[in-house]
């Protein structure tokens, strides 16, 4: 049984800067294309970045040039570097993949 667990969430105010992480039990991410999306209230959930297992990165584009999807390697971990956080960011944010989805964080962004 694999489980992905984040971790990193908070409340920042905007402008503000949170690093998320996202690592697996019983499995190797390395091998994986991951994914983070997030979904904020009454919304749906939301694609927002993926690393695919040739380390190419994809983001939606309401986070481009803000948020940075990463490997890091010698924790076996994806990591999210989110930067220049705005208000409407607040969601709670899942990773993906392997076929499973972790439990979420939450990231509260105010004004």
């Known amino acids: 049984q694999v489980q992905l667990v984040e971790s990193g969430g908070g409340a920042v105010q905007a402008g503000g800067s949170l690093r998320l992480s996202c690592a697996a039990s019983?499995?190797?991410?390395?091998?994986?294309?991951m994914d983070w999306y997030r979904q904020a209230p009454g919304k749906e959930r939301e694609f927002v970045a993926r690393i695919s297992v040739g380390d190419r990165t994809y983001y939606t584009d309401s986070v481009k040039g803000r948020f940075t999807i990463s490997r890091d390697n010698a924790k076996d971990t994806v990591v999210l570097q989110m930067n220049n956080l705005k208000p409407e960011d607040t969601a709670i944010y899942y990773c993906q993949g392997l076929g499973y989805w972790g439990q979420g964080t939450q990231v509260t962004v105010s004004s």
């Open positions: 019983g499995r190797t991410l390395s091998g994986y294309d």
